[in-house]
Each structure stands twice: as C-alpha cells, then as structure tokens.
C-alpha cells in the first residue's frame, strides 16, 4: 500500500527515546507508509522543537508546529515568537493541532478560544494549512474558523474527526477536510463509520494519532504510524472499495494539503 499518516505523535518521550522513534519510522517503512506528518503541538513549545528534529532526520517525514488547546493557558510572548520562527522551516508543511478541547477543560475555555483565534491569524499570515482539534465544543471551533476566516487560507483539516455526518458536511461545504483514526474500527463508534462511509474520498484523510488510539485488533498497545494500514482497510471495507485505492486516495489527498510534491 501506498499510505500518508496525517497525523502522529512521533515524540521521544512517547517513543522511549530517539532510536525508539527512528524503528517506529523504520517499521512504518516497511508497512507502506510513505510519508508522515508528526505534530509539534500538545506537549508546550518542547513539542515543536521535537516535531522539527524528527523531521529533519527522516525524508519521509514532515513537522506542524502550533499549539494544543490543553497546553493554552502556559503559554509565553516567547513561545509565540520561537513558533512562528520555526513556522518557516522547511519541514514545516503546517500549523496545529489547534483548536478547542471542552471534554477535558485543561486550559479555561476563555485562553483556549484566544489562542486559537491567534493561530487561525498567524496560519493565514504564515500561508500554511491548519490541524484542527476539536472535541465537544459544540461547534464553536466551526464558528471561529467563520469568523477568523480561516477557510479561505490553504485549508483545514479536523484531525481525528469525532463529530456527526451534519458537521461533516459543514467542514466538506467549507471546503475543509476529515481525518478518520483507528477509532473506526472500535465496537462503539458507528457515528465515525457513517462518517467514514459518506465523506467524499477526495476530502479525507487517515491518520493513526500515534502514540494513541491504537486500533483493533492491538487496542491496549501503544499504536505507531504502521498501523495507519489498518484504518484504510477499514474504511475500504466500509465503502466497498479495495484499501490501496483508499490508501492512494487519502495519500494523495494529503500530498496536495500539505504542499508536499
Ligand atoms: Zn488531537
Ligand atoms: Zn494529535
């Protein structure tokens, strides 16, 4: 198969060390996984920095840097200024995850929607593509990329889509993407199969969000991006389609999003 992890964690510290991220590169390699982004955002400007490192051993592997609703309210003017700086390094293809988490509330909401604000901005500014990451929210992420404009920028993209077919279809008539994780294949989740099943192909992604949401059948194991495999056979499956087309689709979907020829 020929496949594109959107959206992973290829941190050190998730990975042991850094000779347990370059196997986990290594194996992905040999599951067909061609190109994958890893996140610089969820674990304060340390993340980003991490994300570039990546990127800058391995070929195949491009960085995001931005930061995540949970880490919001520690953030400094100079984080600010180191990330936009880092913004315009070559393996850098985006900004994000970004976005507003009220499940977990670990930043106040007030911070969170000012520092997703200010992203949204800054994207548009730095002429890069945005990460989404939204959960129960109840569509105020939807109303911030409105009212920010973040649409009209190079695109937008909600990583590790949760949300109902009516939101989907909001993100799609935005001209925004989905990306479908190893969630799909979990007992529970038919909303993310309806999902996976009427999104239009050219307007998904698939991603692994390594090091979790590992899906079946190695739930309980930390995940990693060889398994991203594992989603396009599901969504495959769901649509009646064989999984290299689903693979090659998303891959390029992906490919194009990014600025990545
Ligand atoms: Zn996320
Ligand atoms: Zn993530």
């Given at each position: 198969m020929t496949l594109f992890d959107s959206h992973c964690h290829l941190d050190v510290d998730a990975f042991d060390d850094q000779a347990g991220v370059d196997a986990a590169v290594e194996r992905a390699r040999e599951a067909g996984v061609v190109r994958m982004l890893t996140i610089g955002s969820g674990y304060g400007i340390a993340a980003a920095r991490r994300a570039v490192a990546v990127a800058e051993r391995h070929s195949d592997v491009w960085a995001s840097v931005g930061v995540h609703p949970h880490d919001a309210k520690e953030w400094t003017p100079e984080d600010w200024a180191e990330m936009e700086a880092m913004a315009?390094?070559?393996?850098v293809v985006a900004i994000g995850e970004m976005g507003l988490d009220f499940h977990y509330d670990n930043s106040p909401r007030e911070i969170q929607r000012e520092v997703f604000r200010h992203q949204v901005r800054s994207a548009r500014t730095l002429d890069l593509p945005i990460i989404i990451h939204d959960r129960e929210s109840q569509g105020e992420t939807l109303d911030i990329l409105d009212q920010e404009d973040g649409w009209a920028g190079r695109g937008v993209v909600f990583h590790c889509f949760t949300g109902t077919v009516a939101t989907m279809e909001r993100i799609v008539s935005s001209d925004g993407y989905v990306s479908i994780p190893g969630?799909?294949?979990?007992?529970?989740?038919e909303t993310m199969r309806e999902v996976a099943t009427r999104a239009p192909l050219e307007r998904m992604f698939i991603e692994t969000d390594s090091p979790f949401l590992t899906p079946v059948p190695f739930r309980g194991r930390r995940n990693e991006p060889a398994r991203v495999g594992l989603v396009a056979e599901k969504v495959a499956e769901l649509r009646g389609l064989d999984s290299e087309s689903v693979a090659l689709a998303t891959y390029d979907n992906a490919s194009r999003f990014f600025g990545i020829n």
């Open positions: 315009g390094h070559e393996r969630i799909v294949t979990f007992k529970n989740a």
